[in-house]
């Protein structure tokens, strides 16, 4: 039976998302991103390029790291939890063990309870390799792959966190923040409204995401 998640009772309410590029974290996990903070949660975004090698021409290389800033504020985020790095598109499997390094500094900097970062399953080699060192990582912790439909053969729908409108306005509003990645045919208000109408009603609510379960700690 897949597990229904209100936000459990934590030590000390750290969450971490690890998006491989920026704005993955928001389509994987926007709508608990922001559930979570209004909830009282310390959420931290950590995210490893923001893609200047694959951005269209007609916009500055580095438009991302702004839409980023911007989408995340909208999430609720706090600008001192939201974490850059500058990893090249793409070519993350060159990069194992910095990327590795980089995330145990913010495993002891953070001490998070609950990791958010991309399936097993995602087919994206960024995407693969930052599960993979997350795992790593975080094997004693608390972690939840979100997914992305266009990247995930399959996805054990094993878990999931229910939301409000509130929640879903929030996430979409910050995925408009997005000017550059609009083009994408996921970037989509009706393709992520209806994911998570979806979503909700395999469990009996208005509006869910779902997430894999590598490891629950109670």
């Not at 790291?65 to 609720?76: F, P």
Request: hydrophobic share 40%; proline share 4%.
């Amino acid at each position: 039976m897949p597990m229904r998640l209100d936000l459990p009772v934590v030590k000390n309410k750290r969450v971490l998302v690890l998006a491989p590029h920026t704005d993955d974290g928001e389509f994987g996990c926007g709508g608990t991103i922001n559930k979570f903070i209004t909830q009282g949660y310390d959420v931290y975004y950590a995210a490893f390029s923001a893609c200047e090698q694959s951005v269209l021409k007609e916009f500055p290389k580095d438009i991302l790291i702004t839409e980023v800033k911007s989408a995340t504020a909208t999430l609720g985020l706090k600008k001192e939890n939201l974490i850059l790095f500058k990893y090249e598109v793409r070519k993350f499997n060159y990069f194992r063990q910095e990327i590795l390094e980089d995330i145990v500094k913010l495993a002891a900097e953070i001490k998070p309870d609950i990791i958010f970062m991309p399936c097993e399953s995602d087919i994206h080699q960024d995407h693969h390799t930052i599960f993979q060192e997350g795992l790593r990582a975080f094997k004693f912790k608390t972690i939840l792959c979100y997914e992305l439909p266009w990247n995930n053969l399959s996805i054990n729908t094993s878990s999931f966190v229910y939301l409000d409108s509130k929640n879903i306005t929030a996430k979409i509003n910050a995925l408009k923040k997005y000017k550059s990645q609009a083009h994408r045919p996921y970037a989509n208000e009706e393709f992520i409204k209806a994911l998570a109408k979806v979503r909700g009603v395999q469990i009996g609510v208005d509006y869910a995401e779902a997430f894999q379960v590598v490891r629950v700690i109670l």
